[in-house]
């Protein structure tokens, strides 16, 4: 389940992730993007995840099609978590073009902040 929180920089889309990515999530994340960017403006995603369960196989396909769709949007995708697994897969995303992407703790939660405003 996808919830938006308070962000600190007008920039940043913040969230807490919890339970199974579904196709809702997507389409909620893809709306909030269109209501508060224009299509050509980059911005960054600060996710709290805390109890990830794994995805439906709809809510998969909708996030890659939203990866797709806003991909040269992305600018900085600040990961924070307590589950080391989360951070394992963070950093394989280093090998992507174009979008930044660092992992914290969850107890850097003022850390990941002050990267994503650098």
């Not at 909620?28 to 196989?57: C, H, P, S």
Request: no cysteine; glycine share 6%.
């Amino acid at each position: 389940m996808l919830q938006f929180i308070e962000s600190l920089d007008p920039s940043t889309i913040a969230l807490v992730f919890n339970g199974h990515a579904t196709k809702e999530d997507a389409e909620k994340l893809d709306q909030y993007v269109r209501e508060n960017f224009k299509e050509d403006e980059k911005f960054n995603i600060l996710a709290i995840m805390t109890d990830v369960d794994g995805t439906t196989f709809e809510g998969a396909t909708e996030g890659v099609k939203f990866d797709l769709k806003r991909w040269k949007q992305f600018h900085k995708f600040a990961v924070v978590s307590d589950k080391d697994w989360i951070g394992t897969m963070s950093r394989l995303t280093d090998y992507l073009p174009g979008i930044e992407v660092e992992y914290f703790e969850g107890h850097q939660l003022e850390e990941a902040w002050a990267w994503i405003r650098a």
